[in-house]
């Protein structure tokens, strides 16, 4: 019997990042920079245990039910407290509680998006966020973007000349590339698209890993009716817990949560409740200050190695927060070539290339991630694959 799989199936397939973690998994002793995961050293393990033992104490069996599609009220009251101290102020029964970052933007493109629609998306963009476009069957195209992120007129003109559904930004330290979007920058992209009406999704998962230079509010706040806020408390808190908060416009809560409950009913109402300690925890807090400082070294150790070690002609950025830096080389420099020899000499990174939505895209830039390598395997790693770019 031949299975008949659906198109949106038939348009995600494994690729080369599948077969990247599957020679991790096989082979611990690698230094790993292609992992956009917290330290597990960082991994709150004793605060969620107790957390845990609180959770059940305060609520007792109803925090092992189901739950409020919505969200988990204690949740809910504490997002929206993390929602104002960036800028957003919608009111709070536009929130509601996902199951991770991800499954926020699944919902919101089951609601978005047909067959054929366009989604457009930074230059480069987080991967597997083009994968879940595709498998809604979306055609996903990629617009101009510079330090800053997508530019202004790139944006109007695709805009003007197509039926857009869906416009992706990352916009405080983006992955791939750690770069954020200024407040001016911000204001024109909100005036573009308001004035197209055009639907911006806003992934604002790296937000509070900052180390340096002051916060911007959310781009939500340029243009709140135009925009589905999704952040998620994966990389401050624990990704097991798989607590994402979305805010979304009025006109598709409704059938958002309507399709929620045909995915996953509602998000874990124990996880909601242990996020929800957490946040209003003083334990919690310190936690996350421990957790910037941490990562904050790190990612120094990483410049600091970039700049000792990395052969003339390449460059890459300095972020003020995240988890990534975006490394560039020549023209002719091959990061894909290089990624193999990388493997067999113990060090992984991500090509650039797979952060495109373009078949074509250049093939001269690496991703790293700094958050979960130690501050010797940083320079160690960093040693190895700089030998690895000269001799290319």
């Not at 009251?77 to 991770?100: M, V």
């Not at 202004?152 to 916009?171: F, H, I, K, N, S």
Request: hydrophobic share 45%.
């Amino acid at each position: 019997m031949t299975a008949v799989i659906s198109r949106g199936a038939a348009a995600v397939r494994s690729g080369p990042i599948d077969d990247i973690f599957t020679t991790l998994a096989l082979r611990p002793e690698v230094i790993s920079f292609a992992v956009g995961a917290p330290d597990p050293a960082l991994l709150p393990g004793e605060l969620v245990a107790t957390l845990a033992a609180d959770v059940v104490a305060e609520y007792g069996t109803s925090a092992l039910q189901y739950g409020m599609t919505r969200g988990f009220p204690p949740l809910l009251d504490q997002a929206q407290l993390l929602l104002r101290e960036r800028g957003i102020t919608a009111p709070a029964g536009l929130t509601h509680i996902a199951t991770g970052g991800s499954g926020a933007l699944h919902s919101a493109c089951m609601a978005l998006l047909d067959p054929g629609a366009v989604v457009l998306v930074e230059t480069p963009t987080y991967g597997p966020a083009v994968k879940v476009f595709r498998s809604h069957g979306a055609v996903v195209s990629g617009v101009e973007s510079d330090d800053e992120g997508i530019l202004p007129a790139a944006l109007d003109a695709a805009l003007t000349r197509q039926e857009v559904a869906m416009v992706y930004l990352l916009p405080t330290f983006q992955n791939p590339t750690g770069r954020t979007m200024s407040a001016v920058r911000r204001r024109q992209i909100a005036e573009v698209v308001v004035r197209h009406g055009a639907t911006v999704v806003e992934d604002d998962v790296y937000v509070d890993l900052r180390y340096q230079g002051d916060p911007l509010p959310a781009f939500w706040s340029y243009a709140p009716h135009n925009t589905v806020y999704i952040t998620s408390l994966s990389k401050t808190v624990a990704p097991a817990l798989r607590t994402g908060i979305a805010v979304l416009p009025e006109h598709l809560l409704e059938h958002v949560l309507a399709l929620k409950q045909g995915i996953d009913m509602q998000t874990s109402t124990f996880n909601q409740a242990i996020a929800a300690a957490f946040l209003r925890s003083a334990d919690g807090t310190a936690h996350l200050a421990r957790a910037i400082e941490s990562y904050a070294a790190k990612l120094a150790a990483l410049t600091a190695a970039l700049r000792g070690h990395l052969p003339a002609g390449f460059s890459w950025t300095e972020p003020e927060g995240g988890m990534f830096v975006w490394v560039e080389g020549p023209e002719d420099f091959d990061a894909e070539l290089v990624l193999g020899r990388a493997l067999d000499a113990g060090v992984a990174f991500l090509p650039g290339s797979m952060f495109y939505a373009a078949a074509d895209a250049p093939r001269n830039s690496i991703r790293l991630s700094f958050a979960n390598v130690s501050h010797a395997e940083i320079e160690r790693g960093i040693t190895i694959l700089a030998d690895l770019c000269a001799t290319r």
